[in-house]
Nanobody, 116 residues
């Protein structure tokens, strides 16, 4: 079993920054990838950023590329999402995701609201 716990969401003004954290626990030795998804009201959940555990390679959606950065902690059971130049359209619940041997695990989500 894998547990994922997110933190770091909140209210921020347009142009501001936030950093989300996700801590994974449980049997995570063979975790292939971790990533961040988001879901805005009335919209489908979408991938935001992914990092491959083995080599640290990353992938971003077009909507956040150049503004968001995904990274791993030294212990490799933590993944971060640094969000800069936030826009109102970034408002959503952000979910941490883990891909372990083809099984997908989700955190409970953390709300990010970008508003003046």
């Amino acid at each position: 079993q894998v547990q994922l716990v997110e933190s770091g969401g909140g209210l921020v003004q347009p142009g501001g920054s936030l950093r989300l954290s996700c801590v994974a626990s449980g049997t995570i030795f063979n975790m292939y990838a971790m990533g961040w998804y988001r879901q805005a009201p009335g919209k489908q959940r979408e991938s935001v950023a992914t990092i491959i555990t083995r080599d640290g390679s990353t992938n971003y959606s077009d909507s956040v590329s150049g503004r968001f950065t995904i990274s791993r902690g030294n212990a490799k059971n933590t993944v971060y999402l640094q969000m800069n130049s936030l826009k109102p359209e970034d408002t959503a619940v952000y979910y941490c995701n883990g891909n372990l041997l083809g099984n997908y695990y989700w955190g409970q989500g953390t709300q990010v609201t970008v508003s003046s």
